[in-house]
């Protein structure tokens, strides 16, 4: 069915658009959207991958999920105007260098429409059957786009992490980036060179950043750090991790300095020193 959308900024103001919207839901996701049903059905096809992968893995490394209260929401834009304006609206920020991002405070992704569907690609009528042709028909980067803020809307609506409670950014974007639906040796490569040019920050810094980097070659480094990180105590100090991400999610709304954020993370882990080894090594 389609409308003239009223996309709602934080408890009710109303923010309308002259562009009408469509409707698709999915068995998890809502889809408000405007672009074609075909595209539609693959991005929410993509999504329910993402929703069973992050089942499967976070089930498998021994976490409780709980089930969304309703089904999460996306809005996808036509046009990267309409993005800006919508973020502006929503979160009071100006995000015209993105076009993707999840909002803690509205709990919906706002996309720009993914890039064109390469040629011969139809729409699915059952997507979540067919894996391999819904990463067929989104682009790589568009498929990067969504699993990564699929993976931070899961994470906030399936028990791991709290909305309106202080992360390190370390924490949050490590997982994202891990969630990503496609191969990592783009940023393993990064790493590689980030520690041949000593450009890895150490760990008692690193761990207690809050805001990403200004500078876009830092914001790549900080990526590659925050997965390779997440990833390295995902195997080797998986019960140190799932105590601390259970020690976070208590915590009452607010900031938090950065010696909290390093009692914090000393008390899930240990020492930073013992850690920095132990995480220089598997880096290396």
Not at 1 to 16: I, K, R
Not at 94 to 114: F, Q
Not at 174 to 196: D, H, I, W, Y
Request: include cysteine; proline fraction near 6%.
């Amino acid at each position: 069915m389609l409308f003239s959308a009223c996309l709602y900024a934080g408890d009710a103001e109303a923010q309308s658009f002259s562009s009408e919207f469509a409707v698709y839901n999915s068995a998890h996701f809502k889809l408000i959207h405007q672009t074609n049903t075909g595209v539609a059905e693959n991005i929410a096809g993509l999504l329910e991958l993402a929703y069973e992968r992050f089942d499967n893995v976070f089930t498998g490394m021994g976490f409780v999920l709980q089930p969304p209260n309703d089904k999460l929401e996306w809005i996808c834009f036509a046009k990267p105007e309409h993005f800006n304006n919508y973020a502006i609206s929503a979160d009071k920020t100006d995000l015209s260098w993105l076009s993707s991002y999840y909002s803690t405070k509205t709990n919906v992704v706002a996309i720009v429409k993914p890039e064109k569907i390469p040629a011969m690609q139809k729409p699915l009528s059952t997507p979540t059957n067919e894996p391999d042709s819904i990463l067929l028909a989104l682009s790589p980067g568009d498929t990067v786009k969504i699993t990564h803020e699929a993976g931070h809307q899961l994470a906030f609506n399936r028990g791991l992490q709290k909305r309106n409670v202080m992360y390190p950014l370390w924490l949050s974007e490590g997982l994202a980036c891990s969630f990503e639906q496609t191969p990592q040796a783009q940023r393993n490569q990064r790493l590689v060179e980030m520690q041949k040019n000593k450009r890895l920050l150490p760990l008692d810094e690193f761990v207690t950043i809050t805001r990403l980097p200004a500078d876009p070659e830092r914001q790549k480094d900080f990526y590659a750090q925050a997965q390779a990180l997440f990833q390295f105590l995902c195997e080797h100090r998986k019960d140190n991790l799932k105590n601390y991400l259970a020690g976070l999610y208590k915590l009452q709304p607010g900031p938090r300095c950065q010696r909290t954020l390093i009692a914090e993370f000393v008390s899930a882990f240990g020492p930073v020193e013992k850690i920095s080894q132990s995480w220089l090594s598997y880096s290396n």
